[in-house]
């Protein structure tokens, strides 16, 4: 561990003990604890380091430190620091996960699969199945379909929704004068909301695409349980 990185995380300890108790922190207390594995006159050192850094002061002389302001600042950056950085893995694994599930709907249903994450990631696969040769005959509707999916429409509609987790929903949603069949449910993934859905024309497989949809979301309930 670099110097710097022990400095901080005596400054965590000595912060988060000051805040527990009150009351100054001195190097014998600290050598007391049992996170802490330095010798007192170790941590005598650091202490005057982070005096030096101005993180801790001394009310008055011979006495232990108390935290500053720039020193609780500090320890505040470096906390959210870390958790922006524990956030940013989680959000990678939902993403991930969410991506293999679209790409293993998307494998063996008929149409579009959807999902977004909180807004946060948009994906879908499946255009192809709109461009069917039994579909060319609905050129305007095909062409309105894709674009209510590649505009994202799909995430202002849900928008407000309240929407149980792993259960199956379906709408009819009327846009540019095209009806669009949407079975959607709510899922989460590693502690993140996101809803997948299902998206064609009105004459799908409805019975088909509704119960490869419902195992998925039953596995899902399992996996959790």
């Known amino acids: 561990m670099q110097q710097d990185e022990k400095l901080l995380a005596l400054l965590d300890v000595v912060i988060d003990t000051y805040i527990s108790k009150w009351e100054p922190i001195g190097s014998k207390f600290l050598h007391s ?70 790409e293993t709907l998307w494998a063996i249903t008929d149409w579009v699969v959807v999902w977004f994450l909180r807004n946060d990631e948009y994906y879908y696969l499946g255009i192809n199945n709109l461009l069917k040769d039994d579909m060319l005959d609905e050129y305007q509707a095909t062409r309105n379909i894709v674009r209510f999916i590649e505009e994202k429409r799909l995430v202002k509609f849900m928008d407000g929704k309240i929407l149980k987790k792993n259960q199956m929903y379906y709408t009819f949603i009327e846009d540019e004068n095209t009806v669009i069949s949407c079975l959607y449910a709510k899922i989460q993934m590693n502690d993140y909301d996101g809803v997948i859905s299902i998206i064609g024309p009105t004459r799908i497989n409805y019975k088909k695409n509704a119960s490869i949809l419902k195992k998925v979301l039953m596995s899902l309930d399992e996996n959790n349980a």
């Open 33 to 102: 604890l049992e996170d802490v594995e330095y010798a007192p006159s170790t941590l005598r050192k650091y202490l005057h380091q982070l005096e030096e850094q101005g993180m801790v002061y001394q009310p008055y002389n011979s006495s232990w430190r108390i935290p500053t302001v720039q020193g609780l600042t500090m320890y505040l950056d470096n906390y959210l620091a870390q958790q922006e950085e524990e956030m940013s893995v989680d959000v990678s694994n939902a993403r991930s996960s969410m991506k293999y599930l679209v």
